[in-house]
């Protein structure tokens, strides 16, 4: 029995010192607060991830309510079901002009950081990351970005929305979000579209045995999942570096950019865990699970094993191997990570090219949240800057 609580000042602030004691006292446990198993080892989610036999998205297979299969998108089936819809959409994201995507990313972060360069400080999670990652996401399905501010604020609901089970005030704003977000996407569907991601999948879909349902289901959940991950994983890494004297000068090192890129990824992943129920009884560490029970991998925690990762609190740009868990694993892993990696390389490479050395303007701030896990406001100038040590 473990007492914890995402939501509690501290961990809010570092949840780090808590995932080692998870890790270390309580490995496996239940928490009567998130009403689930919490595994917290690498190999533990590792295998939570991997073995969809044993660990279901689709809760339907371990005995849960659920609608049907069109009204569910990729994150929630299992194959068979989930085969056709994520192969559907992950051919037509290879099938994009990716290289154009990325040299957009860079163009629009340039733009922006020339715009910021006299500002006194600026918010890199407003200013810089929401509307670069709005736009690329955008460009990837061939739509027209809405305005990013509002989008935001819908988008943040949404997020919040994740935590209901713990916060149930946070239910009601994030049912009117997606209202407001499903209007949104309505349009897409009758305007006339840009050849992209969605046009694709549309055309696509009757040969791939998908409805027009699942494929609205599930460009909803790309476009926001893609959107809201992207901008804290940009965020987080953002702050690793201005946290780590000389870190953002080594990537000057074409040789450390990729995995560079990765380790940031590893080291403060925006996705602290997902939740997975358990379709037949079975044990993870000794501890007896039972079908029907669910079963969360936090994955920030995994992310930090010494077990797996050696020194896994520094952060070292050059890490060999790295297969930590911040994209997921195994049949659900993150079908966007080309378009999340090439966003994170674009913001590194921009951030050097800046007109001078970025540095933290003051703490940054955060919404108490258990889901998604970054800084909501990043003050960063390119005033006064050091220079790098
Ligand atoms: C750095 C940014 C990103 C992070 C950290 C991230 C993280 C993740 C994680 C952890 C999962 C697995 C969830 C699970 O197993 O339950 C996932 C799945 C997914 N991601 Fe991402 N993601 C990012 C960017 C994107 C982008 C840019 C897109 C699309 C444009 C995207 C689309 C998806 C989709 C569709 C899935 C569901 C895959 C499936 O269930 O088969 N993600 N992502």
């Not at 009403?35 to 080892?41: A, H, Q």
């Not at 951030?351 to 701030?365: E, F, G, I």
Request: hydrophobic share 45%; proline share 8%.
């Amino acid at each position: 029995m473990s007492d914890y609580d995402p939501l509690d000042a501290a961990t809010v602030a570092d949840p780090y010192p808590v995932y080692e004691r998870l890790r270390k006292n309580t490995p496996v446990f239940w928490s009567e607060r998130f009403g689930s198993w919490i595994v917290t080892r690498y190999s533990d989610c590792h295998r939570v991830l991997s073995e969809v036999d044993v660990f279901a998205s689709d809760w339907r297979r371990a005995g849960h309510e659920a609608p049907p299969t069109a009204a569910l998108s990729m994150q929630e089936l299992d194959p068979p079901d989930h085969t056709p819809v994520r192969r559907l959409f992950t051919t037509a994201l290879r099938d994009q002009d990716l290289d154009a995507i990325a040299a957009f990313a860079v163009r629009d972060t340039a733009a922006v950081f020339e715009q910021l360069a006299d500002a006194p400080s600026f918010d890199f999670t407003a200013e810089v990351a929401r509307p670069v990652a709005l736009q690329a996401v955008c460009r990837l399905l061939g739509v027209e970005p809405p305005p990013v501010a509002a989008f935001a604020e819908l988008s943040d609901a949404l997020v919040r929305g994740m935590d209901a089970g713990l916060l149930p005030e946070v239910l009601e704003p994030a049912m009117a979000a997606r209202g407001r977000i499903n209007a949104l996407m309505a349009e897409w569907f009758t305007a006339h579209r840009r050849p992209g991601l969605l046009t694709q999948v549309l055309h696509g879909a009757g040969a791939a045995g998908v409805t027009e349902d699942a494929v609205w289901n599930n460009v909803r959940v790309l476009f926001l999942a893609g959107f809201s991950t992207t901008v804290g994983a940009a965020a987080n890494a953002v702050l690793a570096l201005l946290e780590h004297p000389g870190a953002l000068e080594r990537l000057r090192d074409p040789a450390l950019l990729d995995s560079g890129v990765e380790e940031l990824l590893r080291y403060d992943g925006p996705v602290q865990g997902t939740t997975r129920a358990c379709v037949e009884t079975t044990t993870i560490d000794g501890v007896t699970v039972e079908r029907g029970r669910l079963v969360l991998a936090l994955f920030g925690a995994a992310n930090r094993d010494p077990e797996r990762f050696a020194a896994p609190d520094e952060l070292l740009l050059d890490r060999h191997p790295n297969r930590h868990l911040s994209l997921g694993w195994g049949p659900h892993a993150c079908s966007g990570a080309l378009l999340a990696r090439i966003i994170i390389r674009a913001l590194v490479q921009e951030l050097l090219a800046a007109p001078a050395p970025p540095r933290l303007a003051a703490p940054p701030v955060r919404v108490p949240r258990a889901t998604l896990r970054y800084p909501d406001r990043l003050p960063v100038t390119f005033q006064n800057a050091e220079p790098e040590r």
